[in-house]
């Protein structure tokens, strides 16, 4: 035994050199690796340092034998510098179990097979990574949205790639949301989101308007639905949203939309009305007098053809 070294054990370094002397060297930032990181050996103790040295603790020792068991297995790979993958694969035929530490990470190879193979083990890594999003989807949206803003392109590309090549998986998936979702909890969401409204001041001011659409007197239902909306001025909060301020009232979508459509403009709105009618009246008497110069089929089949019609007759019927 070199001076200074202990009958305990190796530090790393201790053992790396013992190594060289004896005719096998290894990288040692490598040895390192695969006995920190990966095996992770049990440590036995430490080294002490010289009187009236400064610094703070010693470096740590390992079981000689187990050192040497780990570097004569491991001595093609840390020779070749490979990585921690690698040395993975080889470490349980290495090491008796109990040498090492039972909670050295398992190779993504490894775990992606136990994944697709073991229904156990498959239920459990669901329920966790289940639990782990429930506890951070803040952080976790927060680190999507960021990754999503750095590369938008790519992102879409992706998602359009995935799509194409499962389209029938993403259409059941599609499914199984829309038979979960609460249709009617998402519409009072989505009306408390967008207006600041609750469905008890829906109530009251469906209530105020005697349960009628403020535009045209159709009715509108007790709830939020579809075919009531909330009308408001666009020029306070925008389109999309609206205060108590801007709000006018709730209408039916038909009148919704004819407003929108014509800008808001009550004089517009008047002169598409004055023209409608004129237009209107025209058509009627435009119908009722063809309606006038139209002969009965019946006549037609007991005195024939009107005089200049070169129609041929329908079968059965004699001219």
């Given at each position: 035994m070199r001076p200074g070294m202990t009958a305990r054990g190796w530090t790393i370094s201790e053992a790396v050199a013992e190594f060289e002397r004896a005719g096998m060297p290894v990288d040692e930032a490598r040895f390192r690796i695969a006995v920190t990181r990966v095996?992770?050996?049990?440590?036995?103790?430490?080294t002490r340092q010289p009187p009236g040295s400064k610094g703070g603790r010693g470096q740590t020792l390992y079981e000689i034998g187990q050192l040497q068991r780990l570097h004569s297995a491991l001595a093609p790979w840390l020779i070749a510098r490979e990585t921690e993958g690698a040395l993975h694969g080889v470490l349980p035929v290495v090491l008796p179990h109990g040498e090492y530490s039972s909670s050295m990470p398992e190779p993504p190879e490894r775990r992606r097979e136990r994944y697709a193979n073991?229904?156990?083990?498959?239920?459990r890594m669901d329920a966790y990574h289940a639990a782990y999003a429930a506890k951070n989807r803040l952080r976790l949206n927060a680190r999507k949205r960021?990754?999503?803003?750095?590369?938008?392109e790519q992102k879409r590309a992706i998602q359009r790639a995935y799509r194409a090549a499962n389209q029938a998986q993403v259409t059941e998936k599609q499914r199984i949301r829309d038979a979960r979702r609460d249709?009617?909890?998402g519409r009072v969401q989505q009306m408390y989101a967008k207006h600041g409204i609750t469905p008890g001041e829906w109530v009251e001011i469906r209530a105020a308007q005697n349960g009628r659409c403020y535009l045209?007197?159709?009715?509108?239902?007790a709830e939020p639905c579809r075919n009531a909306v909330v009308d408001?001025?666009?020029r306070c909060c925008g389109p999309k949203k609206s205060c108590s301020s801007c709000r006018r009232g709730i209408a039916c979508r038909p009148c919704n939309s004819i407003i929108g459509l014509a800008g808001d403009d009550p004089e517009r709105l008047h002169q598409i009305a004055d023209r409608l009618h004129a237009v209107l009246v025209t058509q009627a008497q435009r119908l009722a007098?063809?309606?006038a110069s139209m002969v009965p089929l019946f006549e037609l089949a007991a005195d024939g053809p009107p005089p200049g019609d070169t129609r041929r007759p329908s079968p059965g019927v004699s001219p």
């Open positions: 095996a992770r050996l049990r440590r036995i103790g430490e073991d229904p156990e083990y498959h239920a960021a990754a999503y803003a750095a590369n938008p249709r009617a909890k045209c007197d159709a009715e509108v239902p408001h001025d666009h007098s063809r309606a």
